[in-house]
């Protein structure tokens, strides 16, 4: 490939300054990226609740078209491809998501049988071939309220890494209480960049600016520099941040008075997001469709003691953050038109946004590492 975008990339990090539009533009860093930054690392894939029952799956869609992850019979999760391992048939339908009661999958082809594991069960003279003839297999793990796969264990990272406030509040009783899917016509970095940073607030999210202003956000990004995580106090008399700026009876999901005062967010590499709340939390999943086109899903998780009255307070909620990822989308939609510009020449980068420039150190080291 040609290593001028890449080159062009590094310098700018050694330099201390944005991205180039080659960055966001140039189809070989791209596929470099889809190398060595999402295809070498954990992935977050799917809704931790993904695939709860025996023989149930989830199509990771937006991760792989044919990535599906399971529930085998033992209850173990699982992650493999539909892709029949006889002559490339899919296995099961276009659906987001099924349940087979039999526990395994038949080929509609000709009828070669696996497991929910991705074990060939039949015919048996493939099977005397053993594993090789089984569905190919990712690794999954369930973690930070996601379900994660990687692609080869021999690549990247053993581990996950997530700042502790966020294992914390993962592992609190929440449970999902709506997702929502939308697509963003810009570069995937660009909408990191714009989580990485609440400088835009003022201008961009006037209703958010008025329950957790930017000036008061700090940030700070762990030394394995695997996350980034940021800190926002709530002003006075807002309890949370939805359209009334209140818990409507809603359980919080944080323990202890300081944190029900305070916004949490987090960036883990390479494709999660999260944004807690006192009562609620989102998670972010993003996927890098295409040099100028990201894929984002958000579930919000709210504590399972937050009953149904509580969650049709819920609304209030979502229509916040609908606008406020709309505002987001523009915005991003709007650089990725100027980086197609001889003119796009960013010089700086503002003293707030450390986290924008943590995020492209990230990425410069996953690129050359
Ligand atoms: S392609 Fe699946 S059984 Fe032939
Ligand atoms: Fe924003």
């Known amino acids: 490939m040609s290593t001028f975008a890449l080159d062009c990339l590094v310098r700018s990090v050694e ?16 596929r470099l990226e889809r190398a060595r930054v999402f295809d070498d690392h954990w992935l977050a894939c799917a809704p931790e609740d993904a695939a709860s029952d025996p023989g149930a799956w989830h199509r990771a869609r937006d991760a792989d078209p044919r990535l599906v992850i399971a529930r085998d019979a033992n209850l173990e999760l699982c992650a493999w491809f539909d892709v029949c391992r006889h002559r490339g048939a899919p296995l099961l339908p276009e659906e987001d998501a099924g349940r087979e009661r039999a526990l395994c999958v038949e080929c509609p082809y000709h009828g070669w049988r696996y497991a929910m594991d991705g074990a060939l069960l039949s015919p048996r003279s493939a099977r005397e071939d053993g594993a090789a003839r089984g569905l190919v297999r990712a690794e999954v793990q369930r973690h930070a309220a996601q379900t994660w796969v990687r692609y080869d264990e021999a690549r990247g990272e053993r581990a996950v890494h997530a700042p502790p406030w966020l294992i ?18 810009a570069n995937w970095k660009l909408v990191v960049e714009n989580f990485q940073e609440s400088h835009h607030f003022a201008r961009v999210h006037p209703a958010l600016e008025a329950l957790t202003p930017w000036k008061r956000s700090s940030s700070e990004c762990d030394p394995s520099r695997r996350w980034l995580s940021g800190f926002m106090p709530l002003v006075d008399g807002a309890e949370t941040v939805s359209t ?21 967010d987090a960036y883990v590499f390479p494709n999660a997001l999260y944004s807690r709340q006192p009562d609620y939390l989102l998670v972010y999943r993003l996927f890098a469709a295409a040099v100028d086109r990201t894929v984002l899903h958000c579930d919000t998780l709210v504590h399972g003691a937050s009953t149904d009255a509580h969650r049709f307070m819920l609304d209030e909620v979502f229509s916040f953050w609908d606008r406020v990822h709309e505002e987001d989308r523009e915005v991003c939609e709007g650089q990725q038109r100027c980086a197609g510009s001889r003119g796009f020449r960013p010089t700086g980068y503002d003293a707030s946004e450390d986290g924008v420039r943590a995020f492209d150190a990230m990425v410069a080291g996953a690129l050359t590492g």
Do not use: C, H, M, Q
């Open 168 to 185: 914390e509040v993962a592992n609190a009783p929440i449970s999902r209480a709506r997702s929502v899917r939308w697509e963003v016509r």
């Open 244 to 264: 009334s700026a209140k818990l409507r009876g809603r359980t919080p999901i944080v323990r202890g008075a300081d944190e029900l005062r305070v916004v949490r």
């Open 15 to 30: 330099e201390g300054r944005p991205f180039d539009a080659s960055a966001y533009t140039d189809d070989a860093l791209f």
